[in-house]
C-alpha cells in the first residue's frame, strides 16, 4: 500500500497571507489528524477528521481549519499567516474505528512565513 | 496534569552499544503507548505500540519497550545500536477516551551514535 501524501513539501508564504496543504491518507483509512511540529513548542495535536466530520480539536486559533473529503483526502488551511505558523505540518492517517489507534504519517509540509 | 515526559532531551552512545530511552506518562487510565521515530526532514515512523496484554512489545528495527504499571513508564530499549539508528525518538500515548484519537507526545529524545 502507498504511505501517507502530503503536498506540498516545502512552503513559503508571507505574513498575512493564507496556505492551504494536503493529505492522502492511506488506502482504506478514514481518519486524518494534523499536527505541528515546532522547535519550540514540539508536537502538537490540530484535528482529527473522520468521514469528513471534524471528530476532535486542539487549541489552536480559528485561523487553522480543515475538511475532508468523501475519499478521505483532507485539507487544512492558515489564514492571515503569522511567523509563528512556521513549522513542520504533518498529517496522520488511520483506520479511525474501533480500537485501531495506529497512527501513520506523512513527511510532512514545511512552511516557512516571512 | 496529564502529561508525556521524555527526561533524556540527547543522548550518546557508541555503535554497538545498547540503548534505552525513557517515557514516563501522567493520566489517570494507562493510555494507549506509542513510540515514533523521526529522522532529519521526515515524517514519523511508527516503531511500536502497547495497548494491553504482555508488557514487552516487540517493535520494528530491532525495537523492544517495556510498560511497567508500577512506573508509569514505557521505555524504549534496543540491545544494540546501529549507526542507522541516529535519529530523534518519540514517546506519545492516546488517553483512554471514548472518540479521541489524537496523540500527546513528549519532547522527544534525540539519539547521536558515535564510531
Known amino acids: 500500500k502507498a504511505g501517507v501524501t502530503q503536498t506540498p513539501r516545502y512552503l513559503i508564504k508571507t505574513r498575512g497571507q493564507q496556505v492551504t496543504l494536503s493529505c492522502s491518507p492511506i488506502s482504506g483509512h478514514r481518519s486524518v489528524s494534523w499536527y505541528q511540529q515546532t522547535p519550540g513548542q514540539g508536537l502538537q495535536f490540530l484535528f482529527e477528521?473522520?468521514?469528513?466530520?471534524?471528530?476532535n480539536k486542539g487549541n489552536f486559533p480559528g485561523r487553522f481549519s480543515g475538511r475532508q473529503f468523501s475519499n478521505s483526502r483532507s485539507e487544512m488551511n492558515v489564514s492571515t499567516l503569522e511567523l509563528g505558523d512556521s513549522a513542520l505540518y504533518l498529517c496522520a492517517s488511520s483506520l479511525g474505528v474501533g480500537s485501531s489507534y495506529e497512527q501513520y504519517f506523512g513527511p510532512g509540509t514545511r512552511l516557512t512565513v516571512t | 496534569a496529564q502529561s508525556v515526559t521524555q527526561p533524556d532531551i540527547h543522548i550518546t552512545v557508541s555503535e554497538g552499544a545498547s540503548l534505552e530511552l525513557r517515557c514516563n506518562y501522567s493520566y489517570g487510565a494507562t493510555p494507549y503507548l506509542f513510540w515514533y521515530v523521526q529522522s532529519p526532514g521526515q515524517g514519523l515512523q511508527l516503531l511500536l505500540k502497547y495497548f494491553s496484554g504482555d508488557t514487552l512489545v516487540q517493535g520494528i528495527k530491532g525495537f523492544e519497550a517495556e510498560f511497567k504499571r508500577s512506573q508509569s513508564s514505557f521505555n524504549l530499549r534496543k540491545p544494540s545500536v546501529h549507526w542507522s539508528d541516529a535519529a530523534e525518538y518519540f514517546c506519545a500515548v492516546v488517553p483512554r477516551v471514548s472518540g479521541a484519537n489524537n496523540l500527546f507526545f513528549g519532547t522527544g529524545t534525540r539519539l547521536t551514535v558515535i564510531p
Open positions: 477528521y473522520f468521514s469528513e466530520t471534524q471528530r
